[in-house]
């Protein structure tokens, strides 16, 4: 049986009309991106506005609930009691209203070279009574220059840390900050003594509001989901190691 092979004509119309197929799918992905920043910036704008419209109630509700407090005294035990726990739930909220606040103004970061060294220590002059409260050590390697928002980073490692202090073991914490340069990025580990995440979680930590704890440790699970807002805002990526038995290391790679 002969073979009809295409003419070159045919071939020029084919590829003509694969390049307009090829050209079509790129707007179309093109506005879906759009379409994403522009929802996103919208849930961002208004989470924002009604997380800074709860504070005002809620100060009010913390204040009145310490003079109804104050009023009743020793009077009525209950009372007292049931205004405490008015007071303690306020704070909480108040609390998950400034985190989403700051998970809400993370904007596009501004990059410029940003060493390392400095910014880790003016993050231990930050935690320093919590440090302190908690026998922690914290260590480094020699740390290198990164292009990142200095600002971003120094919340994303803050963040890291300050986890490493909550979420700690019966020994006291140690953590380990390096940074591994490679071509086309520098990975930075963040490396603790806690307990560890069992990997079925790995993901779900840096969920938004994604809590493994009871209310027994203070939380409201935002604070890994704003490493990987940050991380991710400067082109890289985030991810946890771990056993589950003897510590985690947390690792975020920012591109060079």
């Keep these: 049986m002969k073979t009809v092979r295409p003419t070159l004509v045919e071939l020029r119309a084919e590829n003509s009309r694969l390049a307009s197929r090829v050209i079509e799918a790129e707007r179309e992905r093109d506005a879906a991106l759009e379409e994403a920043r522009r929802s996103r910036s919208e849930m961002d704008q208004t989470c924002?506005?009604?997380?800074?419209?709860?504070?005002?109630?809620?100060?009010?509700?913390?204040?009145?609930?310490?003079?109804?407090?104050?009023?009743?005294?020793?009077?009525?035990?209950?009372?007292?009691?049931?205004?405490?726990?008015?007071?303690?739930?306020?704070?909480?909220?108040?609390?998950?209203?400034?985190?989403?606040?700051?998970?809400?103004?993370?904007?596009?970061?501004?990059?410029?070279?940003?060493?390392?060294?400095?910014?880790?220590?003016?993050?231990?002059?930050?935690?320093?009574?919590?440090?302190?409260?908690?026998?922690?050590?914290?260590?480094?390697?020699?740390?290198?220059?990164?292009?990142?928002?200095?600002?971003?980073l120094?919340?994303?490692?803050?963040?890291?840390?300050?986890?490493?202090?909550?979420?700690?073991?019966?020994?006291?914490?140690?953590?380990?900050?390096?940074?591994?340069?490679?071509?086309?990025?520098?990975v930075v580990s963040v490396r603790d003594n806690g307990p560890g995440i069992e990997p079925r979680f790995h993901q779900q930590v840096f969920v938004v509001f994604k809590r493994l704890h009871g209310r027994d440790i203070p939380g409201n699970g935002l604070g890994l989901a704003l490493c990987r807002r940050i991380v991710e805002g400067h082109g890289g990526r985030i991810w946890v190691e771990s056993d589950g038995l003897s510590g985690s290391t947390f690792r975020f790679s920012l591109p060079r």
């Design 48 to 152: 924002y506005a009604a997380a800074h419209d709860l504070q005002e109630p809620l100060r009010s509700i913390t204040s009145y609930a310490q003079l109804l407090a104050r009023r009743i005294g020793a009077a009525d035990q209950d009372a007292t009691e049931f205004a405490g726990y008015i007071i303690e739930g306020a704070n909480r909220m108040a609390t998950l209203v400034r985190d989403m606040l700051l998970f809400a103004r993370v904007m596009p970061p501004k990059l410029e070279s940003v060493p390392m060294g400095p910014v880790l220590n003016g993050i231990r002059m930050n935690l320093q009574k919590e440090i302190g409260e908690a026998g922690a050590v914290i260590t480094s390697d020699v740390l290198p220059e990164v292009n990142a928002d200095p600002i971003q």
């Design 154 to 186: 120094g919340q994303l490692l803050q963040q890291l840390i300050a986890n490493a202090l909550k979420f700690r073991s019966q020994s006291s914490p140690r953590v380990h900050v390096a940074a591994d340069e490679k071509e086309g990025e520098v």
